[in-house]
């Protein structure tokens, strides 16, 4: 590769990576507003916290921002141990996203049994009107936005641990003309109250993001092919710059003696 290509790729290398590390702290900032404005949802399913859509953007923003650090200084300053490292981790996240879509298409079957299990135990067990941990108004929020009630049914609100001895239901899991009502909660008349359960319309909510996320994540890793390759371009031309210029100096060296 002539000067002026090796000088076009290491510049186009430092500018696709700065792009990078400019989107890996607008998406590492998304992150951490999702986890200030709906963290509740990891108390509601502790064993799924690496699904929610706050802990994947900060792992994708932390591992955008590290590797486009090190590709666009390894660019700048012709560091092939830079390069190299840079090169190696975006073999890993390739790597990293090959498992872990293999994986979610083989354990589809199990998160989605998991998930219907854990929402059963936060009613049953967790669910507390008047505690601090949340579960209360992340489950209004769930009954009024999908127009719901428990998991299955509202069967599921009867003889919980917060109310052992009665049948009734959150406030929320009425009709919107009754919600208003004291008695729409207590009167255990079904008619007034949203009888179909929330768990296929949550799953199909946590899905259809999942899905997004996951054709992003392959739009970057497609993207990421041209830094694969200019990295490896850079690395053998700074490797065959290197051997020419202690050639060089071999030969300045054997005609001086």
Same mark, same amino acid.
């Given at each position: 590769?002539?000067?002026?290509?090796?000088?076009?790729?290491?510049?186009?290398?430092?500018?696709?990576?700065?792009?990078?590390?400019?989107?890996?702290?607008?998406?590492?900032?998304?992150?951490?507003?999702?986890?200030?404005?709906?963290?509740?949802?990891?108390?509601?399913?502790?064993?799924?916290?690496?699904?929610? =859509?706050?802990?994947?953007?900060?792992? =994708?923003?932390?591992?955008?921002?590290?590797? =486009?650090?090190?590709?666009?200084?390894?660019?700048?300053?012709?560091?092939?141990?830079?390069?190299?490292?840079?090169?190696?981790?975006?073999?890993?996240?390739?790597?990293?996203?090959?498992?872990?879509?293999?994986?979610?298409?083989?354990?589809?079957?199990?998160?989605?049994?998991?998930?219907?299990?854990?929402?059963?135990?936060?009613?049953?067990?967790?669910?507390?009107?008047?505690?601090?941990?949340?579960?209360?108004?992340?489950?209004?929020?769930?009954?009024?936005?999908?127009?719901?009630?428990?998991?299955?049914?509202?069967?599921?609100?009867?003889?919980?641990?917060?109310?052992?001895?009665?049948?009734?239901?959150?406030?929320?899991?009425?009709?919107?003309?009754?919600?208003?009502?004291?008695?729409?909660?207590?009167?255990?008349?079904?008619?007034?109250?949203?009888?179909?359960?929330?768990?296929?319309?949550?799953?199909?909510?946590?899905?259809?993001?999942?899905?997004?996320?996951?054709?992003?994540?392959?739009?970057?890793?497609?993207?990421?092919?041209?830094?694969?390759?200019?990295?490896?371009?850079?690395?053998?031309?700074?490797?065959?710059?290197?051997?020419?210029?202690?050639?060089?100096?071999?030969?300045?060296?054997?005609?001086?003696?």
């Amino acid at each position: 590769m002539g000067r002026t290509g090796y000088t076009c790729v290491r510049r186009t290398l430092c500018c696709y990576n700065l792009l990078f590390w400019v989107l890996g702290c607008g998406v590492t900032g998304v992150g951490v507003w999702l986890h200030v404005a709906y963290g509740g949802y990891s108390t509601l399913l502790p064993t799924h916290r690496v699904l929610s =859509a706050d802990g994947l953007c900060l792992t =994708a923003g932390a591992v955008t921002f590290l590797v =486009a650090f090190l590709g666009c200084c390894g660019a700048w300053f012709q560091s092939r141990c830079m390069l190299a490292t840079y090169f190696v981790l975006v073999i890993l996240i390739f790597l990293l996203e090959f498992a872990a879509g293999t994986l979610g298409f083989i354990y589809r079957r199990h998160i989605r049994e998991s998930l219907e299990e854990e929402l059963k135990v936060s009613i049953k067990f967790k669910y507390d009107p008047d505690g601090d941990n949340g579960l209360a108004e992340l489950w209004d929020h769930i009954h009024t936005k999908f127009d719901c009630c428990g998991v299955d049914s509202y069967l599921n609100w009867h003889h919980i641990a917060a109310w052992p001895d009665e049948k009734r239901v959150p406030q929320s899991c009425c009709l919107e003309e009754f919600v208003n009502g004291t008695a729409c909660a207590t009167s255990g008349n079904s008619s007034l109250i949203h009888q179909g359960g929330c768990y296929h319309k949550l799953h199909l909510w946590i899905m259809k993001r999942l899905y997004i996320v996951g054709i992003v994540c392959m739009s970057f890793a497609f993207v990421q092919l041209f830094g694969l390759i200019s990295a490896m371009l850079l690395l053998c031309t700074s490797a065959e710059k290197k051997k020419k210029k202690h050639h060089s100096r071999y030969i300045q060296y054997a005609a001086m003696v």
